[in-house]
């Protein structure tokens, strides 16, 4: 988004007298676009199309119009800090100067001009506010820029778990597939009814597993994308189904601790993703072997005003998160995984957890492996703000 040639020129309000009008044609004539407004209402109609800067005589300014700049100026966006030039007059300071002063105070980026002016100051002025505007459109595009990348890692992490997902259910309902393959082969040769009946009930029961494994995988992709209260239980139940067959195969105990735990306000789909990443990591990193505990309760943020939610613990056996990284690990691209992991999973599962006003904390040991703790507290009723994470 580059800068329009609305958005660099000047808007002079200088009604008194010839000031604006002789303003006008000295920046015209060093080549800076101007707009001559008759009075302030009708400036901040031209601000609100884009301008670089604003001179404006201190006469033609009300308390009222002070007290409508303000809040204009407090409404703009972060990257903007809108350059405005105030033309002062020479003389005693009276009690309504005093209180014009006063109310000018929260104008933020604001350069004074007594009168009269020579006109090389006042060109040297406006150049330097245009060059700081100029800088300000730079960050804007920055920042935009930003965003759209950032949007383009999120999907791209979404569709990475959408890849292991699908790895994972396939495998998970190939071997109930290849059981009934084989009762079935077993029904057509069985010497007896009694043999046949008890071979279909076993498939039944195989086929019913594919079922539950297809209700879990659709679960996850059919969530709605507007908060709902949710159960973090059902959530986390339906996760380790679909990892079942990889925890069965690595000899992965899970001890589940599941107490008091209410519903709360959030977007299920998304912190499906995240708790599927917190325990695909575990899994990764347990290998064979370990066991991966799970623990929700119900729990208050005491460093914020002691607001209820839920904690969500999931710690593993594995082989721990190095020091060098572990103050980094929410940070994109940061991974222990080496070539197979996108670096994108704590990223983005720390941004949606800030997204909901929760916090995701990690302490683990690497040394002498202990594994690796990971804490998520999520508000009863989250206000949805920016992300908070703490690597410890």
Request: charged share 20%; proline share 4%; hydrophobic share 40%.
């Amino acid at each position: 988004m580059n800068a329009r040639e609305d958005d660099l020129r000047v808007v002079v309000v200088a009604p008194t007298g010839r000031d604006g009008l002789l303003i006008s044609n000295l920046l015209i004539s060093k080549g800076i676009a101007c707009v001559n407004s008759a009075s302030v209402t009708a400036a901040q109609v031209v601000l609100d199309e884009g301008a670089g800067a604003l001179i404006i005589a201190e006469e033609a300014l009300t308390l009222n119009d002070l007290v409508q700049w303000t809040l204009q100026i407090a409404d703009q966006p972060s990257w903007s800090d809108f350059p405005i030039i105030l033309l002062t007059m020479a003389g005693d300071v009276n009690d309504e100067r005093q209180r014009k002063m006063r109310a000018r105070q929260p104008f933020g980026n604001l350069v004074l001009l007594e009168r009269p002016i020579r006109r090389e100051t006042l060109f040297s002025t406006v150049q330097a506010a245009l060059r700081s505007r100029r800088r300000q459109y730079q960050m804007r595009e920055f920042l935009v820029e930003r965003r759209l990348a950032e949007e383009a890692l999120r999907k791209a992490e979404k569709l990475a778990v959408v890849g292991r997902l699908a790895a994972s259910i396939a495998h998970e309902i190939n071997n109930p597939l290849e059981s009934v393959t084989n009762l079935l082969y077993l029904i057509r040769h069985s010497p007896n009814l009694q043999e046949a009946k008890e071979y279909a009930e076993i498939a039944s029961s195989e086929l019913t597993r594919v079922s539950e494994i297809v209700t879990q995988s659709l679960r996850h992709y059919r969530q709605s994308t507007k908060p709902t209260m949710v159960s973090i239980v059902e959530i986390v139940n339906s996760a380790l189904a679909l990892y079942q067959a990889r925890l069965t195969s690595a000899q992965i105990v899970i001890e589940r601790d599941f107490r008091d735990c209410p519903t709360i306000l959030a977007v299920a789909g998304e912190l499906r993703q995240v708790i599927l990443n917190l325990i695909g990591n575990a899994l990764d990193a347990i290998g064979r072997g370990g066991r991966l505990k799970i623990r929700i309760t119900s729990s208050r943020e005491h460093s914020n005003g002691s607001r209820p939610g839920i904690r969500l613990t999931i710690a593993d056996t594995g082989s721990g998160i190095p020091f060098a990284i572990r103050k980094n690990i929410f940070e994109p691209f940061v991974t222990t995984k080496g070539e197979t992991g996108t670096g994108l999973g704590l990223w983005v599962s720390s941004e949606i957890v800030g997204k909901h006003g929760g916090k995701i904390q990690v302490r683990s040991n690497a040394s002498s492996p202990t594994g690796t703790v990971f804490s998520v507290f999520l508000p009863a009723q989250p206000q949805f703000a920016q992300v908070a994470t703490i690597a410890g």
